[in-house]
């Protein structure tokens, strides 16, 4: 039986934290009314998402190591920021994929807010489904790990693979579909995802969107799931240190969007993050890689696919 520090006040608690928030960052960052989120204003809620987490995962280690003790207070809190880390990193795919659908779509800068809005909050649902699901599923086919462990490696390979390759959305099953079977209306109406004219109800460019962020979030969750599990099986872990990357994702995207391209060489770093964690859980029965390890190389790695991507953008200049 999978075993977790997480008290039923615990998760109660969380679940609150992330309404609160939820309800700040719709009605605080940006107001209700539609606008360009300035890149000032998304680097102090970016800011901000990060001190939460860290905050939260010192009080997590002040609990812990006034009940359990000081070694198990370490371990999860290494666990969390390790989990959190590899999920922050992994959100930036996110964001590659993100201003290629907004610029697929020339979506006007003031409407990209609310989409991203829904997004996040899709995300999170998606997330806990997925996360409960994953673990009941470890706690009878404990072997499952290993499943899990060679599709981040193959993935890996694959997006390293084809790190340079431009996804063709004309060719987008779901988009095909939805231009095969919705009535769409020409050009956006503010933030509307739906307009009705003469009584019929059409969608708006906007919904597809829409609709293509949270199926990309589907395909990129199905990487980060799996690769949170290699650092660490608790449940209240594996949740608290996911959504709290997810909950930034959408300051993460307004922080980047003006400078993604200067990032080119992060989708290999990426890359090499998910063939690392990936074999991480493939040897576990031979050798087991220390949490504070795996966070150690995980850093190192992004921080020099970071630093070459600046350095390389430099000498293109």
């Known amino acids: 039986m999978i075993q977790s520090v997480g008290e039923w006040w615990m998760w109660a608690g969380f679940v609150a934290f992330v309404v609160a928030m939820l309800a700040v960052d719709m009605f605080v960052l940006g107001g209700r009314a539609a606008h360009k989120v300035s890149t000032r204003e998304a680097l102090g809620w970016s800011a901000a998402w990060v001190a939460l987490a860290l905050v939260f995962n010192a009080g997590l280690w002040w609990y812990l ?11 999860k809190a290494i666990e969390f920021f390790t ?12 964001v590659f994929v993100f201003l290629m659908i907004f610029g697929y779509f020339a979506v006007p800068a003031e409407y990209q807010r609310r989409v991203l809005l829904y997004g996040v909050l899709g995300a ?3 997330r806990a489904v997925m996360i409960l699901a994953g673990v009941w599923i470890i706690s009878l086919f404990h072997w499952v790990l290993y499943l899990f462990g060679l599709f981040l490696v193959v993935t890996g390979v694959k997006m390293f693979l084809f790190a340079e390759h431009k996804p063709d959305l004309e060719k987008n099953p779901v988009l095909r579909w939805m231009r095969g079977h919705l009535k769409i209306a020409e050009g956006y109406h503010n933030e509307k995802f739906f307009v009705v004219r003469d009584g ?16 990309s ?14 650092v660490t099986e608790d449940p209240f872990i594996v949740f608290t240190s996911n959504i709290f990357a997810i909950l930034g994702l959408r300051a ?5 969007a003006d400078v993604a391209d200067r990032f080119h060489l992060l989708k290999y770093g990426l890359a090499l993050v998910l063939i ?6 493939l040897i576990v029965d031979w050798f087991k890689i220390p949490v504070a390890v795996a966070l150690g ?3 190192a790695i992004i921080a020099t696919s970071v630093i070459l991507s600046l350095a390389r953008a430099e000498e293109k200049r």
């Open 83 to 94: 989990g959190y880390l590899i999920e922050k990193a992994l959100s930036v795919d996110n």
């Open 200 to 215: 019929v109800r059409y969608a708006t460019p906007l919904f597809l969107v829409l609709v293509l962020v949270e199926a």
């Open 276 to 281: 690392f964690v990936g074999t991480k859980m």
């Open 252 to 256: 993460l995207y307004f922080l980047l």
């Open 217 to 230: 979030d589907l395909v990129f969750a199905l990487d980060s799931i799996p690769a949170i599990f290699a």
């Open 65 to 75: 190591d006034g009940t359990l003790g000081r070694e198990p207070a370490n371990e």
């Open 297 to 299: 190389v995980v850093a």
């Open 124 to 126: 999170i649902v998606l």
